[in-house]
């Protein structure tokens, strides 16, 4: 039986969704898709919810056992799994509605704002790290901001990904810091364009090339970041003498407003003195000579 | 699970009827290995070699059935090494240079007769690359065969029912009923157009994957063309 192209086209998107007739699910649309499932969004009918249904191949049915451990406000809860009638496995989570992070970043948060939302994903990432699990495959599409803020960090790459270009560790085993590396380079990717140096040093340490030099683990990584605002040092960076001035002097503004203050009404005074005593001398010559 | 859904067996993860193609050669059957081969990769061959060669549609018949006459006699499935290549490439590449030579046979038994090939209509009406016609060539085959095998279960299991309403629906061209016009149509209910789509379909992806577990050497070969497939 020969096929059009069209309708070969039709037949490839038909045959690959998802038989959903004895589950509790009713398809909506496709949202996403990565190398080795597609993510659509669903009806849960006995619930009356939308969810989100990602879709497996068989080989990966131990993901949705592993995701369901990261039990945490970052990461995404899964709500059930099971078994289509093809043998294709599937999980259903919370339907997150919001902005991918690259998406999110084109409205142009602030740099306060940015920096909570890296802290959010580092904390996910700390914990899965606790858990054994990494992510391997951490990318700003892989991240999303919700409507109220809330942030999650999705894909986690038990599939056997092995990352994406620009954010994948040029380590040939990934391990805990392949994710510093990733965590480095979403944090330079969120950084805007004249970001202060020493976060861009801290970036620059999660990404060395060789994983020793990097951070030797996430909290590692968020203290540093923390350190920079409360206006502290970082250790990724030996700051220069101006920069460690400019700093004491923006961490200690009060303080030294009032010094300079105080060094004035000091200097006034003494000249007050000064003042006071020629003019002091003055009258006592001018009595001598009319005597 | 219902039975029709197990044309693998209950423990396949998909069906498997059908042994790999290398199960297929080391038993000793490379004749039906290769039976399995022809019938997918025929037309995409003859295409590839039209295309490639600019061979007129006699000459790029006698040398596919040239080249998969070769590749019986010469251990073609024996040197397939799957950690190299998909068995596909690997049949694109002998078929390039299969033809390459012959072409270049051809050329010196015509030298000094000036007659050359000229490129096929189909070639200059597309700015295709011959790969991308024998990977068209292959989806092509590949539904259509699983599309025969499809009816004909659905023929043999008394489902000629679900047949009509996915061949009314899914093999369209152009505009698609609705669910309730199809409904009202064959006198059910919509869920039940709905259910019996989702069964067709099911099936389809089934023989699709059969008939792809002939031609592959093994489960993550078989994985790999199934995941490149699935829009």
């Not at chain 1, 004895?22 to 619930?47: F, H, K, P």
């Not at chain 2, 024998?134 to 009816?151: C, K, N, P, T």
Request: proline letters at 5%; hydrophobic letters at 45%; a neutral charge.
């Amino acid at each position: 039986m020969d096929v059009s192209d069209s309708v070969l086209v039709h037949l490839r998107h038909v045959a690959a969704l998802p038989d959903l007739t004895a589950t509790r699910y009713e398809l909506e649309s496709e949202i996403g898709r990565g190398g080795m499932g597609v993510v659509y969004a669903a009806r849960d009918r006995q619930l009356g919810r939308r969810v989100a249904l990602k879709i497996l191949d068989a080989a990966m049915a131990g993901e949705p056992q592993i995701i369901a451990q990261l039990e945490h406000p970052a990461i995404v809860p899964v709500y059930e799994t099971g078994t289509l009638p093809d043998e294709r496995v599937f999980y259903a989570m919370k339907l997150v509605t919001g902005a991918r992070l690259d998406h999110y970043l084109s409205g142009s948060p602030s740099l306060a704002e940015r920096l909570r939302v890296i802290r959010r994903v580092g904390e996910a990432l700390a914990f899965a790290h606790t858990q054994n699990i990494i992510h391997r495959d951490l990318k700003p599409q892989n991240v999303m901001v919700g409507e109220f803020g809330e942030v999650y960090v999705m894909d986690w790459g038990v599939d056997a990904i092995v990352g994406t270009p620009a954010f994948r560790a040029p380590d040939r085993r990934l391990d805990r810091r392949s994710d510093i590396y990733a965590l480095g380079a979403l944090l330079q990717f969120m950084l805007p364009a004249a970001a202060p140096l020493p976060l861009s040093a801290i970036a620059d340490k999660a990404m060395k090339a060789d994983p020793g030099a990097r951070y030797p683990d996430v909290p590692e990584l968020l203290a540093d970041i923390g350190r920079f605002e409360e206006g502290l040092a970082v250790e990724a960076w030996s700051e220069p003498l101006w920069h460690r001035l400019r700093r004491f002097g923006a961490r200690n503004a009060a303080l030294l407003w009032l010094l300079t203050a105080y060094a004035g009404v000091k200097f006034l005074l003494f000249f007050c003195e000064i003042f006071k005593g020629i003019a002091a001398d003055l009258e006592t010559d001018g009595e001598r000579s009319q005597r | 699970m219902d039975k029709d859904t197990a044309i693998g067996g209950p423990h396949g993860r998909f069906p498997s009827t059908q042994v790999s193609l290398l199960e297929a050669a080391s038993a000793g059957l490379p004749g039906e290995a290769l039976d399995r081969v022809m019938a997918l990769y025929w037309k995409p061959v003859y295409k590839y070699i039209r295309f490639r060669f600019g061979k007129d549609n006699e000459d790029a018949k006698d040398l596919t059935q040239s080249f998969f006459a070769a590749a019986l006699q010469r251990e073609f499935f024996a040197r397939f090494d799957p950690v190299k290549a998909s068995f596909r490439t690997y049949l694109r590449m002998a078929v390039e240079r299969f033809a390459a030579s012959q072409h270049a046979a051809a050329k010196r038994q015509k030298r000094g007769g000036n007659v050359e090939f000229g490129p096929v209509e189909e070639q200059a009406a597309t700015a295709e690359s011959p790969e991308r016609v024998f990977e068209r060539e292959w989806q092509h085959q590949l539904f259509s065969l699983a599309l025969d095998d499809l009816r004909a279960h659905c023929d043999t299991s008394g489902r000629q029912l679900h047949f009509q309403i996915f061949e009314a629906y899914d093999l369209a061209e152009g505009g698609r009923p609705s669910y309730a016009a199809l409904a009202a149509r064959h006198s059910i209910a919509e869920t039940a157009v709905t259910n019996h789509l989702a069964w067709v379909r099911r099936m389809l992806r089934a023989f699709v994957a059969e008939r792809l577990r002939g031609v592959t050497s093994g489960e993550q070969e078989l994985r790999k063309e199934m995941r490149s497939l699935w829009m």
